[in-house]
């Protein structure tokens, strides 16, 4: 397993925001505020109009990987807001019969011309046929920027989030096409034990990346498996 890799990219540099003094507002909330007017893909992303600063991270990585494709079927899952299903429909051109953008979320998500956006919880048994209902065929890439909610226990946080991986894979193993790709957000320490072996069998390159726009005080990497082996 190699070490995560850092893609350089650019990084306007922004006068720091000091905010003054406000009564009711907690060190906390004036500590979050000043992070989001001095972060550069906030800015960007307002001055873009992306939803979120996390477009600029599946930028980063498909500048890097080059996985998206004028003609693929692409599913987003834990889409909401909706900063990554932007970015794939900058790329895919839906307007072709073998294109075809899916995102999808727990949370009510606005939608997108060109996407089609489905509002359903992931964990239930039943949401994977269910999504599969709406697939056109085979699936070229499966993305899943999904995280559970920080309970600030780093070994319960990093549990949860590879168990929302492995839903995220069983997904992928049962829709991909051969030589597909499939990306997923872990915490810091990457993939281990079964989660590993499955993606070390399933694909052919299997790699852990933290882009740029990904915060580096966050423990976030992103796992990235290509080159899906059908049995």
Same mark, same amino acid.
């Given at each position: 397993?190699?070490?995560?890799?850092?893609?350089?990219?650019?990084?306007?540099?922004?006068?720091?925001?000091?905010?003054?003094?406000?009564?009711?507002?907690?060190?906390?909330?004036?500590?979050?505020?000043?992070?989001?007017?001095?972060?550069?893909?906030?800015?960007?992303?307002?001055?873009?109009?992306?939803?979120?600063?996390?477009?600029?991270?599946?930028?980063?990585?498909?500048?890097?990987?080059?996985?998206?494709?004028?003609?693929?079927?692409?599913?987003?899952?834990?889409? #909401? =807001? @909706? !900063?990554?299903?932007?970015?794939?429909?900058?790329?895919?051109? %839906? +307007?072709?019969?073998?294109?075809?953008?899916?995102?999808?979320?727990?949370?009510?998500?606005?939608?997108?011309?060109?996407?089609?956006?489905?509002?359903?919880?992931?964990?239930?048994?039943?949401?994977?046929?269910?999504?599969?209902?709406?697939?056109?065929?085979?699936?070229?890439?499966?993305?899943?920027?999904?995280?559970?909610?920080?309970?600030?226990?780093?070994?319960?946080?990093?549990?949860?989030?590879?168990?929302?991986?492995?839903?995220?894979?069983?997904?992928?193993?049962?829709?991909? #096409? =051969? @030589? !597909?790709?499939?990306?997923?957000?872990?915490?810091?320490?990457? %993939? +281990?034990?079964?989660?590993?072996?499955?993606?070390?069998?399933?694909?052919?390159?299997?790699?852990?990346?933290?882009?740029?726009?990904?915060?580096?005080?966050?423990?976030?990497?992103?796992?990235?498996?290509?080159?899906?082996?059908?049995?």
């Amino acid at each position: 397993m190699s070490k995560p890799k850092k893609p350089k990219a650019p990084s306007p540099r922004l006068e720091a925001v000091r905010l003054k003094k406000k009564k009711g507002r907690t060190l906390s909330s004036k500590m979050w505020l000043e992070r989001q007017l001095n972060d550069p893909y906030v800015v960007q992303a307002r001055k873009l109009g992306y939803r979120s600063r996390a477009a600029f991270k599946l930028k980063e990585l498909n500048e890097e990987l080059k996985f998206l494709k004028k003609k693929c079927r692409v599913v987003d899952l834990g889409a #909401a =807001p @909706g !900063g990554w299903t932007q970015v794939i429909l900058e790329e895919v051109d %839906t +307007t072709h019969p073998t294109s075809q953008v899916i995102a999808l979320d727990i949370l009510p998500m606005e939608e997108i011309p060109g996407a089609l956006v489905l509002q359903m919880d992931f964990g239930l048994p039943e949401a994977p046929d269910l999504l599969k209902q709406h697939l056109k065929g085979p699936v070229d890439v499966v993305l899943s920027d999904m995280a559970p909610s920080s309970t600030g226990h780093r070994q319960t946080d990093h549990i949860r989030i590879i168990s929302l991986t492995e839903m995220a894979l069983e997904f992928a193993l049962q829709v991909l #096409a =051969p @030589g !597909g790709t499939f990306i997923a957000k872990v915490w810091q320490g990457g %993939t +281990t034990g079964e989660l590993l072996k499955i993606l070390k069998e399933s694909f052919t390159h299997v790699s852990h990346i933290k882009p740029p726009a990904s915060r580096k005080e966050s423990a976030e990497v992103y796992v990235v498996a290509r080159g899906f082996k059908t049995s």
